[in-house]
């Protein structure tokens, strides 16, 4: 069960994360934090489980985790912003667990558009959403899968290969309580400091690809070619016969 008081105790934020919705089982955050948006529930407010039973990830994906060894939360943001800043929320999110992961000299890498991944294996995954109103972006919703605490036993066979948890890369448990409060304080302090052009600096250094060829899906269509870096709004920029293109969104193939 999710320690309250632990998690206070490492938290160091004006408004992420003050607020904690805790529930033992949920079908998934995500789904649970726009119900609790429509009650207005207060800027910054995280909802956690320890067992996430439907987990989503992009494009109808799956996030499978293991039953109270793994994060599984959700982020409530109210930011007002325009729509074309969506990229960014996520973009700060992954960078938000790689300095957590990095305090404890774990070495993670990002992989656009929202995996986090160490040793090349995938170990969380970021699905923001967002809702638009009166040409603005009213309400964000960050919703995080992290693997913690996963022996290799815990994870799918034919994933062994693909997905991997700081258990299994490290050797020992870690306090999910002491985490999160981690992500959330750096998160906060990436948000307050998004408009300064090294938040995708720091994105492209912690990059598992660039200039390397990457491929992945954009709508329904299959894009390979040569991740060149970022635009200053988070879009992906890929060189492919020559031209360079830009890409809003896309699921790794």
């Known amino acids: ?72 939360f959700s982020i409530v943001l109210y930011p007002k912003v325009m729509p074309n800043q969506i990229n960014l929320y996520s973009l700060l999110a992954g960078l938000a667990i790689t300095d957590c992961l990095n305090e404890h000299n774990i070495q993670a890498q990002l992989k656009w558009p929202n995996d986090i991944l160490i040793n090349n294996k995938k170990v969380g995954g970021i699905l923001c959403e967002s809702k638009i109103s009166g040409g603005v972006i009213k309400s964000i919703v960050i919703g995080i899968g992290l693997n913690v605490n996963e022996e290799v036993t815990d994870l799918p066979l034919e994933l062994h290969n693909k997905a991997t948890s700081l ?36 994105w492209e250094k912690h990059c598992a690809h660039l200039n390397q060829k990457l491929a992945f899906h954009s709508g329904n269509e299959t894009v390979t070619g040569v991740f060149k870096g970022l635009t200053k709004i988070g879009q992906a920029i890929i060189s492919k016969d020559g031209e360079e293109l830009i890409f809003d969104s896309g699921e790794s193939v």
């Open 1 to 72: 069960m999710f320690n309250l008081n632990l998690h206070k105790e490492k938290l160091s934020t004006d408004y992420i994360g003050q607020v904690i919705q805790y529930y033992p089982t949920l079908d998934s955050t995500n789904t649970k934090t726009w119900e609790l948006i429509f009650e207005k529930v207060e800027n910054g407010t995280v909802v956690i489980t320890d067992n996430q039973i439907s987990g989503r990830g992009r494009q109808a994906n799956k996030w499978i985790s293991a039953p109270g060894k793994s994060l599984t």
């Open 167 to 202: 258990m299994i890369e490290c050797g020992k448990e870690y306090q999910l309580e002491i985490l999160l409060a981690n992500i959330l304080n750096h998160l906060e302090h990436r948000i307050k400091n998004k408009e300064t052009n090294t938040q995708l600096l720091d």
